[in-house]
């Protein structure tokens, strides 16, 4: 039994709670982990490695007086080095100076280390999210398989009312007398899919066996929900993967494409949907919300959305790819998502976008709940997607965050000296303000945006 599909005996909110505490545990610890595993190496002694903050609810230490710790607040982690007089990383002066006659002993310190020492284990951390974003992208291609090309059916959707000519192992060569260009060719083949007609029947021209057969289907991108977003107003509204959407306001569609156009004529007023789930047809209200959608260039465009995402009238067959071919998938995955997130933070920025797309610890909780309810891949996937944030904003050059102390460092390369101590303290204190500023905006956002 997936114990996923148990989310609904527990109660949403200890749900959500348990998915978001286990999802940044996770991302905490591998983070944290990088940290001291690269100290090590580097012969920098990790006095504390702390899961979560505040009271500690059980320690240990090991052989090489590192006090293992797991602390009741579980919203974080850090790795306190020797010489640290905080979770911050910060200066302890005091330890410093009263090492400054034992160079051998100063030398494991954080701040007595040299500066290769100090950048690789400051690095570490972020380095190890991207890692850890990397290998779970490319151990689902490897579990879930890629789309065989060409293009071939796997397992059949339920659809209703609709003839099914299609039978699992059929090799997709044209549709409506229109050859299927490669799925590799993601520009050309979403082009083609774009080009497809409305109509509830589509004709597809199959391989089966060492036969060519013309076919009756429905239409290969149907109402169907193939995911449903968090917080969106279908999730709210009660939409699930699998359900079909068959009328919106007592008109019968029969593409996705047919829906959106639906959505985005609404002005925003509110639809009725009759949606076909296992047999049953079911009434929902639900009202288009307002997204800011990336573009190919780089830019976003504001649309009306319900908050669904399209799925093929039957799963794709697949075919398990090589480590080295899932790795760089896994690779390109990520830094996809890197480059999305700038790209909206650079139009949040330039006001192009609401800031309302900025997310806190709310509603990464909510998002947490919502991908664990889905299933086991898709939690596991949104761990991979939050660890290379997690990654991207340790990496900011802020003060306090990974990202701040590199850039103390590479001052340290160039003017061949560290920061002066009360620079740094008002440094740090500035970036720990900001840090603060940001998580309480993020968290206004949670709670006001709609």
Known sequence: MDIFSLAPQFGSLIWTLVAFVVALSVIVAIHEYGHYIVGRWCGIQADVFSLGFGPVLFSRHDKRGTRWQVAALPFGGYVKFAGDADAASGKDEAAIAALAEHPDKLRHTMHGAPLWARTLTVAAGPVFNFVLSILIFAGIAMVSGTPREPLTVGELHDMPLVPQGLMTGDVIEGINGEPIPATSDRETYRAFLTDLPDARVLEYDVLRGDERLTVEGPNLLPPLVGQVVPQSAAYEAGLRPGDVIVEVDGTPIHAFDQLKDRVEASGGAPLELAVWRKGQTLPFTLTPRSTDEPQADGSFANNLRIGIVS??????????????????????????????SFAGLKQMIIGNISTCNLSGPVGIAQTSGAMASQGATSFINFIAVLSTAVGMLNLFPIPALDGGHLVFYAYEAVARKPPSDAALRVLMSIGIALVLTLMVFALYNDVFCP
């Not at 799925?311 to 996809?336: Q, Y």
């Open 311 to 340: 799925d093929m009238a039957f799963r794709p067959a697949t075919e398990t790819p090589g480590l080295g071919e899932a790795v760089v998938g896994g690779a390109r995955n990520m830094w996809r998502i890197i480059e999305g």
